[in-house]
C-alpha cells in the first residue's frame, strides 16, 4: 500500500496561485494513477482531478468546475504528484486530498491526511 | 447537486443492519462503483471496491451490490464505531470525469 502526504496548503487570495505536492512511498505508485479530491468545511467529496501512469501516457482529466484553471503532473522518480491551481476563487476553499488509484483497482485505496487551501482576501 | 443520489442519513440500532443506497444513470453506474468511510474528523477510507470487493482488513460485516443504475453499501452488525459518513464514488463516461454521491450520514442508535 502506498503512504501520501500533502503539503503546500495555505491562505491565498482570490485569483492567486498555490501548488500542492503528494510525496508517495511505497513501491507501487509509478503503477498507479493519483487523484485529487476536496471537501469544503461541513460539505461533500468532491473530486477534483486526476492523472494516470506513464503507461496510460500520463493522460489527465478534470471536474469542470477547475478546468482551465488547475493542472496535475507527477514526477515518478520523486514519487511526487503535483496540482497547481491558478486564478483560486473562495469558492475552491476546502481540505484537498490526494489519494491512488493502483492498477487493476477501481477504489481510491490509499489517502492522505489532507492540507487546507483557504482562498481568500 | 451531486451526480450520484445518496440518502443524506440513515440509523439503526446497534447489532442491527442498514442498507446506503447511491442512484446514478447508465454514463455512470455501468462503471464500478466504489464506496468511502469517513469517521469524524479524518480522511476517507476505501470500503468497497469493483461493486462487491473488500479491501484486505475490511470485516465481511460490510458489502457492496449493484442492480440497475442503482449500488447499494449493507452494514451488518452495526456498531457505535461505524458512525461516519459514507460515500459512493465511481466515473461518469458522459462528463469524462470522477464523481461522489452526496454522502450519507450514518447513526448508531
Known amino acids: 500500500e502506498v503512504q501520501l502526504v500533502e503539503s503546500g496548503g495555505g491562505l491565498v487570495q482570490p485569483g492567486g496561485s498555490l501548488k500542492l505536492s503528494c510525496a508517495a512511498s511505497?513501491?507501487?505508485?509509478?503503477?498507479?494513477?493519483v487523484h485529487w479530491v476536496r471537501q469544503a468545511s461541513g460539505k461533500g467529496l468532491e473530486w477534483v482531478g486526476r492523472i494516470r501512469s506513464k503507461t496510460n501516457s500520463y493522460a489527465t482529466a478534470y471536474a469542470a468546475s477547475v478546468k482551465g484553471r488547475f493542472t496535475i503532473s507527477r514526477d515518478d522518480s520523486k514519487n511526487t504528484a503535483y496540482l497547481q491551481m491558478n486564478s483560486l476563487k473562495t469558492e475552491d476553499t476546502a481540505v484537498y486530498y490526494c489519494?491512488?488509484?493502483?492498477?487493476?483497482?477501481?477504489?481510491?485505496?490509499?489517502w492522505g491526511q489532507g492540507t487546507l487551501v483557504t482562498v481568500s482576501s | 447537486q451531486s451526480v450520484l443520489t445518496q440518502p443524506p442519513s440513515v440509523s439503526a440500532a446497534p447489532g442491527q443492519k442498514v442498507t446506503i443506497s447511491c442512484s446514478g444513470s447508465s454514463s455512470n453506474i455501468n462503471n464500478y462503483v466504489s464506496w468511502y468511510q469517513q469517521l469524524p474528523g479524518t480522511a476517507p477510507k476505501l470500503l468497497i471496491y469493483d461493486n462487491n470487493k473488500r479491501p484486505s482488513g475490511i470485516p465481511d460485516r460490510f458489502s457492496g451490490s449493484k442492480s440497475g443504475t442503482s449500488a447499494t453499501l449493507g452494514i451488518t452488525g452495526l456498531q457505535t464505531g461505524d458512525e461516519a459518513d459514507y460515500y459512493c464514488g465511481t466515473w461518469d463516461n458522459s462528463l469524462s470525469a470522477g464523481v461522489f454521491g452526496g454522502g450519507t450520514k450514518l447513526t448508531v442508535l
Open positions: 511505497g513501491l507501487t505508485f509509478s503503477g498507479s494513477g
Open positions: 489519494t491512488d488509484l493502483p492498477k487493476g483497482s477501481s477504489g481510491l485505496t490509499s
